[in-house]
């Protein structure tokens, strides 16, 4: 396997427009995580799924954020509309079993919003 | 969430051996102690975990004491490709894993 693949690597959009992360977690794994990460918040949980359903949205900053997973092999994490303050490098995460089993994590998306 | 306590930072030199603490006073019977580190310009990584026994794997070995209220992450010679931030996490099943500030450990050569 792959691992878990994120994508685009990095992205740059202007304030106000939409920005869409994707993410494919490890085939066969169960949990899904999205992360955010600042040198002043360190990693923040944003959302879990749990066999494709979100259980905990809690970290999710605001209306502007959202995320889908309409399959076992896809999620996506939309920003809509992006914000300076969303710049951060964001991470998704699988594993088998919730907090459970080693989390596998993508290589992240390095956002800047100008 | 139980939560963790670890030291901002440490120093060890290269080729000696690293503990790193963790306290988790209020760790519920059922959760796993986890261990991830992250080095620089990468994602985390699992390093180790465990309940109630000491686990050794080709990375790293965790000494868990026996009120559980405590661990030991211990790299048993340290590289200067060690040099991250380790992070002690408590986990459960279907539960979140939700990460500190962890340790930035700094190796010396």
């Known amino acids: 396997d792959a691992g878990v693949i994120q994508s685009p690597r990095h992205e740059v959009t202007e304030m106000g427009q939409e920005v869409t992360l994707r993410c494919k977690p490890i085939s066969g794994h169960n949990s899904l995580f999205w992360y955010r990460q600042t040198m002043m918040r360190g990693l923040e949980l944003l959302i879990y799924f749990n066999n494709n359903v979100p259980i905990d949205d809690s970290g999710m900053p605001e209306d502007r954020f959202s995320a889908k997973m309409p399959n076992a092999s896809f999620s996506t994490l939309k920003i809509q509309p992006s914000e300076p303050r969303d710049s951060a490098v964001y991470f998704c995460?699988?594993?088998?079993?919730?907090?459970?089993?080693?989390?596998?994590f993508g290589q992240g998306t390095r956002l800047t919003v100008v | 969430d139980a939560k963790t306590t670890q030291p901002n930072s440490m120093e060890s030199n290269e080729e000696e051996p690293v503990h790193l603490p963790c306290n988790h006073s209020t760790i519920s019977g059922t959760d796993y102690i986890h261990w991830y580190r992250q080095l620089p310009s990468q994602g985390p990584e699992y390093v180790i975990h465990?309940?109630?026994s000491n686990v050794n794997n080709r990375m790293a070995s965790l000494a868990i004491a026996e009120d559980r209220k405590s661990s030991t992450l211990i790299l048993h010679r340290a590289t200067l490709r060690d040099a991250a931030v380790y992070y002690c996490?408590?986990?459960?099943?279907?539960?979140?894993?939700?990460f500190g500030k962890g340790t930035r450990l700094h190796i010396l050569p």
């Open positions: 996490i408590l986990g459960n099943r279907d539960d979140k894993i939700i």
């Open positions: 995460a699988s594993s088998l079993g919730g907090g459970l089993d080693e989390a596998f």
């Open positions: 465990g309940l109630t």
